[in-house]
């Protein structure tokens, strides 16, 4: 089988796949049957967060990476511990396959597994001394509190071994130090899954055990190419090549910063192959992992002199040397250095401040970095709370994490609260703070019974009360049959009405609370419990529903022309609009999004039913739903499917796709790195939106005195005209018709000053009307009083005069004063806007005897 992705499919409690089993997990717990009862991968992992998480110890061991290579052999209840010792052995000696000499071989058992024991004794020939049974911690696996469990059994190579030595059979006691000290390396792992653990801890056999192996690919090459080091085998040996000629020395095994430079080989491995699988950097998840894997490169080519990009490049090392073996890699290699160049070009921006105040706060003698500080240079410098420790460690000082995380709980409290407020702002359905039922006094229960949410199927029910409370004229329900929905998942809540003999109340707010969704509103009179009629706003409800099914039709759509690595990161849908998140590196061209836009529209038009399902949560995963890793789910969830969208959802949608009726995207942009945004409007706003337009066009035609048909062609020829005007104008001004029309020149103070209006109000040209006036002249200032917008001044002065200390900035503000306007520019040049654009007037009468006094005020 090909090797899984390194997001695991369908599987949101895993960071990263980290074990060639991941793929066949389900198979294991007896949740999936395939048609094959074997199979062999060689399986892309990651171990950089969550519970497997080498990323500090990498650079720094031999044998630690972020991204490796598993190689692993299955059984699903078919072969079983003879034959796979039987395959193991004849895999790692056999010369046509890894040839290592048996001598320098010795085995680990359970110490229980006295099968295992038996049979390596009788199929390798091994004496019991060099069979090592350990306990639980080494040589039992289990996936997880319960479920499939059994012991393992593991192949050590030694590293000490030569040819002609006699096999090494050291006791117990000092096998177990050598292999923690690295002689006996551990190069294969064989798991006997043939036990199901029980809550209260028993084991019962399996009726079909199984066998899943593991072997790393880096701990393999390096045996057979005779090195004692990951790094030193020809799988990144090219890198650190690179790495060398990027800051120009080679790599040293022996140096102090060989350790940078096998973090940047490791890293470049992980990033690219992340990527590739559609992660992309981010502030949670799989993406703010896959960010510290970056950030901590960057920090390592800092320490090697690197001031510019290192990891870009050397995905390309990655991409030639492992491309053939996975062929995603070169689809997508020009998209991966784009995002890696991005994200190291941010961090470039600020690591530099970041080390500063780092070595700020060491050299003020403190020997903890507070909370809010390490919060300071996550927030503002970028830096991932562990490489603030790890540089602080080298510097001996130790960091508040409590702090830390009290600031940054802080932070997404605000956030929240910011969320929440323009959510409310956005919506009609919550007008007040949220209500939760308690046993305070005020509620008034009146019957037993759970909710129930009958808004799925209808948008009207009678319905018994089972508690209300009432304050003065609002008034507060809880009903047993409830359609109204209550913000969720980012759609809006219901509005509406409630109703009873002789009375009408609006629906203001919808809550959720502990005991069901309570319904809130004005109400003058005593209340008089009875049976009421619920009634949704229906027309609004429509236009919720049909924006919540487009927001599915655009994952769907945004995952076929953009890629995998879309996934949704949040959502709003309202009435009028909808707006859709998703993580993806960079603005999308026009188009493609017009072929984004095309093909939800496909969607629409094939009038797909809509339908809903609610089943165990493997069965969802199972059918194909996306779930996603920052979100936690039932036992039991609701799955919704139109077309090829299939989605966990507990909102409410259309019946067919066709009742969208149209989608128009009304733009898109950035929420964070890695998070883009659409926003969308359907149904009848998209064809509100389509009149606007049509209107506007209408408009414009009247203005340019064409019809709409011929708008194109008419503004064409307004630019055309354009064009040639400005020509003829830049040959005016060429030929010296810049130079300031004919205007009254007063002597002030032997500078000769014109007063005049500008002939263009362009930038540009007055900036050469300026250059005109002072060509071949001394002594003189110009003075301009534009009309146009707000109204401006402008001043320009002979080289002379500025050469005397005059600056045209100091009289462009005393004129301009006049008017509460200010300015500034060059010495020769200034322009400044009028404060008040009825003043000019009096600014350009004042503007003599302001000008005697700047000349006063300089002599």
Known sequence: MPSSSLVPEGDPTLLFTNAGMVQFKRVFQGQERRDYLRAVTCQKCVRAGGKHNDLEQVGHTRRHHTFFEMLGNFSFGDYFKRAAIAFAWEFVTGKEYLGIAPDRLLVTVHHTDDEARALWREIAGLPDERIYGLGDKDNFWQMGDTGPCGPCSEIYVDLEWRPGDPPAAPAKPAFEHLAEQGRFLEIWNLVFMQFDRSADGTLTPLPRPSVDTGAGLERIAAVLQGEDD?????????????????VGRSYDRASAERGSFRVLADHARAVTFLLADGVTPSNDGRGYVLRRILRRAVRHAWLLGRREPTLAPLTAVVVERMGDAYPELRAKAQAIRDAVTSEETRFLDTIEAGLRRLDELAESGATTIPGDEAFRLYDTYGFPIDLTQLIAGERGISVDLEGFERALAGQRDRSREVSMRAKVAGSSAVLGAPTVITKSEGWRALKRGRQHFVGYDATEAESDILAFRQAGEQLELLLRENPFYAESGGQVSDTGELSGDGWTMPVDAVRKSGKGTVLAGIFAEAFEPAVVRAAVDAERRRNIERNHSATHLAHAALRRHLGTHVRQQGSLVEPGRLRFDFSHHGPIDAAPLRLIEQDINEQILANAPV??????????????????????YGDVVRVVTMGDSIELCGGTHVRSTGQIGTLRISGQGGVAAGVRRIEAVTGPAALAAVHEIEGRLARIAET??????????????????RERLEARLQQALREGAGAAPAA????????????????????????????????GKASAALVLFGTAGRGAVHVALTEDLVRRGLKAGDLVNRIAAVSGGRGGGRPHFASAGAGDPGRLGAAREATPALVAEWLAAAS
């Open 704 to 721: 340019l005195r064409t019809h709409p048909e011929h708008l194109q062609r008419r503004v064409e020829q307004l630019l055309e005209e």
């Open 611 to 632: 339908v809903t399902r609610e089943m165990a949560y493997p069965d969802a995963l199972a059918l194909g739903a996306m779930a996603f890793f920052s979100e936690k």
């Open 230 to 246: 990951n790094f030193h085998t020809d799988l990144f040996q090219p890198l650190l090549d690179r790495v060398g000629e990027l």
């Open 744 to 775: 009254p020149t007063h002597r002030i103070e032997n500078v000769d000053v014109t007063i005049a209006e500008p002939a263009s109000e362009d930038r540009a040209e007055r900036g050469q009307v300026a250059d005109a006036f002072r060509t």
